[in-house]
């Protein structure tokens, strides 16, 4: 089976940067679409970014559009999303995702595998 692992979460400041990083056991790039979701205490699970596997486009939340970005490294199997500008809004358990169908959007539902998540916490 497909693993994800993510890394790359801390503390750091409003206003401040952080890079997570989702490490796949194989080169899902090539054949899935990749998603970043994430959840505060309390709340629902949501979508924040996503990237093709293919084609390589992108989409974002608005609540991060213009903030964050998320990119691949094949030869890594690894894709990032960095996050700058960051908000104490922003803070919550990231988790990255696998979508066999490769479809370009944030529907949790496309979404087949998933990583253990990563812990991002911004004080004010």
């Known amino acids: 089976q497909l693993q994800l692992v993510e890394s790359g979460g801390g503390l750091v400041q409003s206003g401040g940067s952080l890079r997570l990083s989702c490490s796949a056991s194989?080169?899902?790039?090539?054949?899935?679409?990749i998603g970043w979701f994430r959840q505060a205490p309390g709340k629902e699970r949501e979508g924040v970014a996503c990237?093709?596997?293919?084609?390589?486009?992108?989409y974002y939340a608005d609540s991060v559009k213009g903030r964050f970005t998320i990119s691949r490294d094949n030869a890594k199997n690894t894709v990032y999303l960095q996050m700058n500008s960051l908000k104490p809004e922003d803070t919550a358990v990231y988790y990255c995702?696998?979508?066999?169908?490769?479809?370009?959007?944030?529907?949790?539902?496309?979404?087949?595998?998933w990583g253990q998540g990563t812990q991002v916490t911004v004080s004010s």
């Open positions: 995702a696998a979508s066999i169908g490769g479809v370009l959007d944030l529907d949790i539902l496309e979404y087949d595998y």
């Open positions: 990237i093709g596997g293919s084609n390589g486009k992108t």
């Open positions: 194989r080169n899902t790039l090539d054949y899935y679409a």
